[in-house]
């Protein structure tokens, strides 16, 4: 897809993605870029860090059956 076609995303969108604590990339990165392209960002976390501009210092993994079932219970309720 081109620029035009990106600058142009509406309704909801399903990110996947690892938390950042530190708010500068992962999904909080992911959820402000929906929201400037004025899609509505539902999420999927895939991991928790604690994390700070001077690095990550630890990372937790929910369960694989945790992140099916965030999934699950999005896209039956709010499909992408």
Do not use: W, Y
């Amino acid at each position: 897809c081109d620029s035009k076609d990106i600058m142009a995303i509406k309704g909801n969108v399903l990110v996947i993605a690892g938390s950042d604590s530190g708010g500068g990339a992962g999904i909080q990165a992911d959820i402000k870029a929906m929201q400037a392209l004025g899609a509505f960002a539902t999420t999927a976390v895939t991991a928790l860090t604690a994390q700070n501009t001077l690095g990550v210092h630890d990372i937790h993994a929910p369960p694989i059956e945790f992140l099916v079932k965030q999934i699950d219970v999005i896209v039956n309720d709010l499909p992408p």
